[in-house]
Antibody, heavy 120, light 105 residues
Framework: QVQLQESGPGLVKPAETLSVICTISGGSVSSGTYYWNWIRQAPGKSLEWIGYISYNGNTNYNPSLKSRVATSVYTADNQFSLRLSSVTAADTAVYYC????????????WGQGTLVLVSS | DIQMTQFPTSVSASVGDRVTITCRASQRIGSWVAWYQQKPGKAPDLLIYAASTLAGGVPSRFSGSGSGTDFSLTISGLQPEDFATYYCQQAGSLPLTFGQGTKVE
């Protein structure tokens, strides 16, 4: 059974960089079959897809966030990461990592999410 | 970006009821729609992908239909564990986008 687990800072100051790590168990980040995604949900709001990274480092980001987003894969640790720079209060959200197969079209496994609050 | 208009925003229902939730895409997206269930404080769970394919382990009372721009999720015989918020998601083109959610209460 694939499991994903996010770890994040909890609190980030405005203008700083938010970093979240997703650790995979029961599966491999190196699998060529899947894409590894970041999705966020602001309090009381719907879901927003941030982007994905594949095992070989290919990425695709939501244009609304593209200038501030970076993702990486760490095959030795079976992890992938999200960095979001120049954060504001509007970036306060639960950040989820999720796996997608079927060409990256739907998310079949999710982490439990980590709440990141942007506040001074 | 493709907008997904989901309605109703909330529905009041009882155990045993049949509930239908609809999503309309702003452009044609073939059959590239997925549906998720989310309970408070939890991550979403995939129910249906490719508009009508049931995800593994999902009860058969859940069904999906539609193509082009109009899609629906139906729960036939609502169970107590089905009271939750449901989201549609389009995968016809990037960026992937979600509907605003429907709360079944």
């Amino acid at each position: 059974q694939v499991q994903l687990q996010e770890s994040g800072p909890g609190l980030v100051k405005p203008a700083e960089t938010l970093s979240v790590i997703c650790t995979i168990s029961g599966g491999s980040v190196s699998s060529g079959t899947y894409y590894w995604n970041w999705i966020r949900q602001a309090p009381g709001k719907s879901l927003e897809w941030i982007g994905y990274i594949s095992y070989n480092g290919n990425t695709n980001y939501n244009p609304s966030l593209k200038s501030r987003v970076a993702t990486s894969v760490y095959t030795a640790d079976n992890q992938f990461s999200l960095r979001l720079s120049s954060v504001t209060a509007a970036d306060t959200a639960v950040y989820y990592c999720a796996r997608s197969g079927d060409g990256g079209r739907s998310f079949d496994y999710w982490g439990q999410g980590t709440l990141v609050l942007v506040s001074s | 970006d493709i907008q997904m208009t989901q309605f109703p925003t909330s529905v009041s229902a009882s155990v045993g009821d049949r509930v239908t939730i609809t999503c309309r895409a702003s452009q044609r997206i073939g059959s590239w729609v997925a549906w998720y269930q989310q309970k408070p404080g939890k991550a979403p769970d995939l129910l249906i992908y490719a508009a009508s394919t049931l995800a593994g382990g999902v009860p058969s009372r859940f069904s999906g239909s539609g193509s082009g721009t109009d899609f629906s999720l139906t729960i036939s015989g609502l169970q107590p564990e089905d009271f939750a918020t449901y989201y549609c998601q389009q995968a016809g083109s990037l960026p992937l986008t979600f509907g605003q959610g429907t709360k079944v209460e």
